[in-house]
């Protein structure tokens, strides 16, 4: 008989060395950074540190009492809401038109895929001259048609909307390939077995595809819900966080009271960005139990 080999850790240095350099990427740009913004919070500091002292809690029990901070947090969480469902549900429609291994299709999912390649800053700068009121190509078409001309990010009831809008339009292509790719990896079996048993376009829609690319609906759920609650570019560069603050997200008023308005207290900007990190490991952790659990269990 042959003797087994032993099993001999010193072979599992070759896969050390491949996740190194990840790893020294992970630690520069995330973990040292939190760690420091952790320390910061606990802290009186300016941009210019002048007057360093240790402030305890006391950021944290300050951010629990202002109005912006609460009126932030329920701009994003509104955001995300709203925008995750829409960015994934266009992107589940969508892959249903364009889930065949034709020339037509495939050009359409590069089409499709271009926004999301695009700076979101250059995105918002040219959305938000093609809304505005007074010179915007939108307002203008509109007007030709007897409407009234709308201002889509001046209008407070209207402003949140139009960036959601805007935002789930920039980022659908990332999904729509991801559910695309799923959908083509369903055998075809599947549907044929369908056919002739006479079910309806919608019934092999939902007892087939949605089970069978659940996964990675799941995955794009929550990889996007991340995304959104980190949501930036967009409302600073198209709205600034208004009108009427109806906008700012609480990435945008960290960035205000760290780096935009005086005394530029970065001891607060950090104990704010704790704050958001907390928000998102709940709502990460809550979902992976939920979704991806579910998605796995569908999978298998």
Known sequence: ???????QPHNQKAAYLFILPSM????????????????ISLLN???????ISFAGLANFRKLFSDSRVSNATLNTVVFSLFQ??????????LSMYVAKNNKYTKMLRSIYYLPFVCSMTAIGIVWSMLLDPNLGLVPYWLKQIGLESISFLKDPSLA???????TAWKGFGYTLTLITAAVLNISPSL????????ASAWTKFTHITIPGIFPTISFCIVTTTISSLQVFDQTYVMTQGGP???????????????FQTAPYDLGYASAISVY???????VTFVLRKVVLNKGEESDA
């Open 1 to 7: 008989m042959k003797r087994k080999k032993k099993y």
């Open 24 to 39: 020294v990427i992970l630690t520069v740009f995330v973990f040292i950074p939190l760690i420091a913004s952790l320390v």
């Open 45 to 51: 500091m300016n941009i210019f540190m002048n007057d």
């Open 84 to 93: 995750v469902p829409l960015q994934v549900g266009l992107a589940l429609l």
């Open 160 to 166: 949140m909307p139009t960036v959601i809008v805007i």
């Open 191 to 198: 549907y044929e077995a369908a056919d002739i048993d006479g």
């Open 244 to 258: 009427l603050y109806k906008t700012e997200t609480l990435v945008q008023y960290i960035y205000d009271r760290g």
């Open 276 to 282: 958001l990190f907390a928000i998102i490991a709940v």
